[in-house]
């Protein structure tokens, strides 16, 4: 089975700190994704990434970095952490591939909260 | 991506078949339907996809019209842990990015 594992599973943070949100997966997929998600407003993408040391901008990029230095492991940086970023946030990996990269595989989701 | 349509809530009796229908009159010929669940304070989970044919694997099958207007997800026989959200999603093989709508919340009672 697929693992995606996020490294915490609740979180909380000041606002204006730094956050990492980690997350690892087993299965040597090439793409991986971060959403968050809020009542009422679904799943949205924040970033993803194809491949190690690649990224692209989801729909809701801002205030946030990631980082995929190993094919493993991609990260999701909050620069400066402000109380609208409270949130679930979900890290998800796939397979490459026209029809693969839509059956993704989801971590178990990590709660952030900004005071 | 197709828009889709699904009851806000169902009730399901534990052992019982639950059927979940989503509506995708919009749906292109290219595109997918996935579905997906999201059990209570975790990530989602895939289920199963299908483009024409009727699908079944060992967590669900998946019915689809002729038309590809609608598809119903079949769990044959629902247990407690399947009560979750319940997610339709059309889309064509594009991209990454899922849009998971409301949902269908399925309650699994004793």
């Known amino acids: ?115 | 991506d197709a828009k889709t349509t699904q009851p806000t809530s169902m009730d399901c009796a534990e052992g019982r078949a639950a059927n979940l229908p989503c509506n995708h009159s919009t749906i292109s010929g290219n595109e997918y339907v996935y579905w997906y669940r999201q059990i209570h304070s975790q990530g989602p989970q895939y289920i199963i996809h299908g483009l024409k044919n009727n699908e079944t694997n060992e967590m669900a099958s998946l019915i689809i019209t002729e038309d590809r207007k609608s598809s119903t997800l079949i769990l044959p026989h629902a247990t407690l842990r399947d009560t979750a959200v319940y997610y339709c999603i059309s889309k064509e093989d594009q991209g990454g990015k899922l849009i998971f709508g409301q949902g269908t919340e399925l309650s699994v009672k004793p």
């Not at chain 1, 915490?8 to 971060?34: A, I, P």
């Not at chain 1, 009542?39 to 190690?52: A, E, H, K, T």
């Open chain 1, 1 to 115: 089975d697929v693992k995606v594992t996020q490294s915490s599973r609740y979180l909380v943070k000041r606002t204006g700190e730094k956050v990492f949100l980690e997350c690892v997966q087993d299965m040597d997929h090439e793409n991986m994704f971060w959403y968050r998600q809020d009542p009422g407003l679904g799943l949205r993408l924040i970033y993803f990434s194809y491949d190690v040391k690649m990224k692209e901008k989801g729909d809701i990029p801002e205030g946030y970095s990631v980082s995929r230095e190993k094919k493993e492991r991609f990260s999701l940086i909050l620069e400066s952490a402000s109380t609208n970023q409270t949130s679930m946030y979900l890290c998800a990996s796939s397979l490459p591939g026209q029809l693969a990269k839509n059956i993704q595989y989801f971590g178990a989701g990590t709660r952030l909260s900004v005071l």
